[in-house]
């Protein structure tokens, strides 16, 4: 029978706390929420929501999840990957 037991999370820390960040293509993504993970698993801990536009107003409006590593889908990258800090302006 074949070996099925996981691969170890080998990817870097990069949403570490709530706070502001910068996806792969720019966009600013305020993180509320990183709940605590079992070790070597691959849960998407961290909740928050990409900024838009709308009607004038500017503010996080989306709600979506990412992993810790900021990696935003499970198999590929993403456009809404983030790949760090957001800097302040």
Do not use: C
Request: proline share 7%.
């Amino acid at each position: 029978m074949n070996d099925v037991s996981a691969a170890p999370n080998e990817l870097p820390v990069i949403i570490d706390s709530p706070g502001d960040y910068v996806t792969r293509d720019g966009r600013r993504v305020t993180i509320r929420q990183v709940r605590e993970t079992a070790p070597g698993t691959t849960a998407f801990g961290a909740t928050g929501g990409v900024w838009k536009e709308v009607k004038g107003v500017i503010k996080a409006r989306s709600v979506d999840v990412w992993h810790i590593s900021g990696r935003h889908m499970v198999l590929r990258e993403s456009p809404l990957d983030i790949v760090g800090i957001q800097p302040r302006v």
